[in-house]
Structures are given as C-alpha cells and as structure tokens.
C-alpha cells in the first residue's frame, strides 16, 4: 500500500472533523430513494491522490455495511500497513466503538488458524497480502467470523451477522483534482461521489464538486478529453471570474470588457471549451501531417503523395510515370511508391537485375556458364568436354606430346585417351601420341591425329565401319562421286581404343618388352628362312625314263620337285 504523507492527512482529518462534530454525534443511516438504506454523509472523510477513506458511525451486521461501501464505488477498509493504521486513528478521533474492517473467514474455511499472519480470513478484494496485522489475543474459533478494529486498533474477531457501531470505507482512484486555491472572499464547499462533504479535503476525486455559493458557481471534477487528467470544470464554455484558480484557464485569464476571458501563449489556440490550450493541429482534417503555422496550421503528406484539392487529404504520385527509368527493367507503381521488378529470366540481386543462374543446381564437373534459358558446362585447360557425358571432362590434348596430369600426393599421372606416358629431355612426364596407324587398324590408307585416327579408302571404295573399305558397286558409283569429287568420303576422325588412363611403366618393363619383340621378330626370321632354304634345295633323288631292256644307250632327264635345274644327258 502506497505510504500516506500523514501530517496532510492529520491537518485534513482534524479540520473535517472539527466541523463534523457541530453536528450530530452519530449519524443514522436514512432511507434512500427505492427504499435502499445509506448513509447521510460519513462522519468523517479524507482524501490523498489515490485513495478516499471514511468512517460511518452506525450500526450495521458486516454485509449491510460492505454493500454501503460498494453502491459508493468502494470496498471496506484493508489494512495492509502501520500507514493504514495511522489513518484509521485519524479517522477515530480517539471515539470509542467498534468498527468493520474488510476481513472475513472464507465460507469453505470453517475455523480460524492463530498460526497464521490473517488467522485464515481473507480481504473483501479476494486477497491475503499483507505487511502488518494486530491481532487481540484469541484461540481457535469456528463458524462464520469478520473482524472489527477497536480505539486501541486492535483486530478482534466477531460473528458476521452481530451489529458493530460502525465500519470503515476506503475508495481508489487512478487520479484525482487537486483543492482550489484559495482566494479571500471565496469559501468553498467540496462533495464526493461517496457522500463527503466540507471544505479541507486535500485532494478530491473525480466527479466531486466544488460550490461557491459567493459566485453563484458549481465545477466539476472532470476528466480531461485530452488525455490531461482530471481537472476543474463547468459545462459553460468560457473562464470564470479570473481570482478563483485563475478563472479555470491552462494560459493566462484577463478581463476584457468587464468579462473574464482565457488567452494562450503563441503556438497555441484556445480549447473549444474556451479555457485550456491546445494545438492548432488538434483536431485538424490532414490525412498525414500537420504543421503549426502560428495560430493556424498546414497540411503535409508523406514522401510519394501529393496534397489534393481539398487541402487536407492525400492522393498517390505515380513515381513511374513521373520519374522515367526510375528502374532497369520494369517499374511497378504502389500506393505512396513503387517497386522495381525483373524480367522474365533475372532476378533481383543488391537493387539490380542479374542473369538468373541455373548453375546453382548444374551437374556440371569442372565449370558452369549461363546461356539464356539454361546453363553450359565447361572445362578446366587441359581438358574436354565428354561427347558421351556432357557434364563431365576428359583430358584432352590436341598436340603430339603434352604435359601429364600428375597427383602431387600419389605421384600417379594420368594421359588422355590415346596418349602414352613417357619421359621428355627433362625427366619431366608427359603424354605422348599413340601413332594408330602403326597398328593397322585402317584397311587402305590411315592419318594419324592427336589421340585419335582417321581411315581413308582407295578411289572407288567408300569407308564402312570406321575402318574398313568396300567396293563401290556401279549402280551407286553416280551417288557415291556425285557426293565426293575427290573419289572418296571424308575422312571419319577414330577414337583411339588404348584406354584413357596409363600408369607410368618402369623402364626395364620398357626393356623388356622391346627384348621380347626382337626376339620374337628373330625367330619368325629364322623359320622363313629355313622354310625356303628346304624347298629350294637339289633333288635327292631322280626318276628316269627306259625305252627299254635291251636299249643300248638310255637318255637321262632329272626331274625335279621344286626347282628348275639343267637336263643332263648320260
């Protein structure tokens, strides 16, 4: 509970008081209209900033007073601090009796607890909280129970439905108007909404009233439109004479004609209440913004409008239209601006139009380019684009000899297709062309090209099967020259058929190989010449022919097998 400045309260509660005592000493509650029963007016009242409290000295059983409390917008009284008990003594004046306070047993608890700081009762606002409790000695009791404050300010427990002499109310408020000041001649008597009146309340709240029965004038405590807080007014426009709180005016109150009247300093115009001050701007008609221009105003928009013809609203610029190549490619108007967008295939990127790429998500193996609607792979110096895959790379050489791809790690390397790994001057591994035509793989006449091969065919032969020739028949010798005026097709570049990738071969496997090929080449030399030395050699033996038995002379001719030798005559 927020800490009252007590010696206020004390000079306002000893001053309410004081005149409360010329009247009756206790007051009783009369009918109200509807046959509802409350109080005249409490017997004594007081209010802070925030907060009313008074006391009503009649006799009522707890309910009935609580439901006083409530139709005057409050509850009874918690005491929830020694400032509220402070209060409550002021509110006393040392007169004997008992009086509610706003305690009471739940219904679903049967008993009291003495062990606990509230004994189990709870607040009228549904809570326990509390710094402070002043308890009379009692045990244990059971039934329905509500707590009195006595002139000691002790708390006793007492049945519910027993009359006490009398209870305590207590109002909040979220503000409150601040007392006239006061002005010699000029008494005033202030009432609150619950039923207080005098004339040294410290604070009043709101829908109280002020009467200065010398000036004939009423005000209220209202809320101010403007969001100000709560302050002094009268429905009639215009100030009041100017010697009581400044005739009601936020400027400055002066006499004109006899006639009190409210003026305001410069930037500012009189309310249409006549007493405070308030912005030219307040109220105005601008759709966007509002400028004070002395005692008037102008109306302004924001960026991408233009004001109408109406002085106070707001119509769109078109910015494409009036701007031109505000974008690169296309311009979008919008409401107080505009949007640049792209063409089909680019895409927006830091405020200009790029190409979109299709890279991003291209299988491609080594390098990627974007073509409209599309994207080309590409590959590395050294290498080629697979005819067969064309997301992949070969490598490729278009010379006779080039520099091996080399794993700097694993020291293997690697040639293109049709090339072999050798040695150059240097010892440095390069790729060497792999001469096809050597192999005859061409059935009449061969080129050779860099890891590849080309056939070509005798006139009157056309190429079939990439290596091979075939006759040109006469009945399609007119379409086959008709189509080549050289007598032959062009030449069909062959795909070298050594596998892409060569390990490099020790030399002595070199060695080897080239051992075994001479060695091989010597033989077949040896079986050619023996062969032909055997058919080749003088007959071993003769037939001859006999005229017969008793011949005298025989004439002898060597037949031979194989070669042909002179006759001989015998």
């Not at 007590?6 to 000493?25: I, K, T, V, Y």
């Not at 045990?139 to 009398?166: H, M």
Request: net charge negative; hydrophobic share 30%; glycine share 10%.
């Amino acid at each position: 509970m927020r800490r009252l400045p007590l010696p206020l309260l004390l000079a306002g509660l000893a001053l309410a008081l004081g005149q409360g005592r010329e009247r009756e000493r206790e007051r009783e509650l009369e009918p109200e209209p509807g046959g509802e029963p409350g109080p005249a007016a409490p017997s004594g009242a007081q209010c802070l900033e925030h907060d009313c409290f008074a006391v009503f000295w009649a006799a009522r059983p707890f309910a009935e007073a609580s439901a006083v409390c409530e139709r005057g917008g409050g509850h009874l009284m918690t005491v929830r601090s020694t400032v509220a008990e402070d209060a409550i003594a002021l509110l006393l004046q040392s007169r004997g009796g008992r009086l509610w306070l706003g305690l009471r047993l739940p219904s679903p608890l049967p008993c009291t607890e003495p062990a606990q700081r509230l004994r189990g009762f709870q607040w009228v606002t549904g809570d326990r909280r509390t710094d402070y409790s002043n308890w009379a000695p009692s045990g244990r009791r059971c039934g329905e129970r509500c707590v009195t404050v006595s002139r000691d300010l002790r708390w006793e427990e007492r049945r519910c439905e027993a009359p006490a002499d009398g209870f305590l109310c207590e109002y909040n408020y979220a503000a409150s108007c601040g007392r006239l000041p006061p002005a010699e001649g000029l008494p005033v008597t202030y009432t609150t909404p619950f039923g207080a009146r005098g004339g040294d309340f410290l604070a009043l709240p709101p829908r109280s009233a002020a009467i200065v029965p010398a000036l004939g004038l009423e005000l209220r405590c209202e809320e101010d439109g403007e969001g100000g807080g709560p302050r002094w007014s009268r429905a009639e426009p215009g100030a009041w004479p100017c010697r009581l709180a400044a005739g009601g005016c936020e400027g400055a109150c002066g006499e004109e004609g006899g006639r009190p009247r409210c003026s305001c300093p410069d930037g500012k115009v009189l309310s249409p209440d006549g007493r405070g001050c308030g912005s030219p701007c307040a109220g105005a008609p601008c759709q966007h913004h509002c400028v004070v221009a002395g005692a008037s105003f102008l109306c302004m928009c924001e960026a991408g409008y233009r004001l109408a013809a109406d002085g106070s609203s707001c119509e769109d610029i078109d910015d494409c239209a009036a701007v031109p190549r505000l974008c690169e490619q296309v311009c979008v108007n919008t409401e107080g601006g505009f949007e640049c967008h792209c063409q089909r295939g680019y895409e927006m990127v830091e405020g200009h139009c790029q190409p979109l790429s299709r890279c991003y998500e291209a299988p491609c193996e080594q390098q990627c380019e974007d073509v409209p609607d599309g994207y080309r792979c590409s590959c590395f110096p050294g290498y080629a684009i697979d005819s067969q895959k064309p997301t992949h790379c070969l490598l490729h050489c278009n010379r006779s000899q080039c520099p091996a791809q080399c794993d700097p790690h694993t020291l293997a390397c690697e040639c293109p297709e049709g090339f072999v790994l050798d040695d150059d001057a240097n010892s440095s591994e390069v790729c060497v062309d792999i001469d096809e035509c050597d192999m005859n793989f061409c059935e009449h006449n061969c080129t050779n090209r860099p890891g590849s091969y080309e056939c070509h065919c005798h006139a009157g032969y056309r190429l079939h099967s990439q290596n091979h020739c075939v006759k040109i028949q006469e009945d399609d010798k007119e379409g086959a020259y008709s189509g080549d005026a050289a007598g032959s097709e062009p030449p069909v570049p062959i795909p070298s058929r050594t596998p892409p990738k060569v390990e490099r071969l020790h030399p002595g496997v070199l060695v080897g190989i080239s051992v075994g090929i001479l060695s091989a080449a010597l033989a077949l030399l040896a079986l050619g010449y023996h062969l032909a030395k055997k058919r080749c050699r003088p007959p071993a033996t003769m037939d001859y022919k006999c005229s017969g038995p008793h011949e005298k002379e025989m004439g002898l001719q060597p037949v031979t097998l194989g070669c042909a030798v002179p006759s001989q005559k015998l």
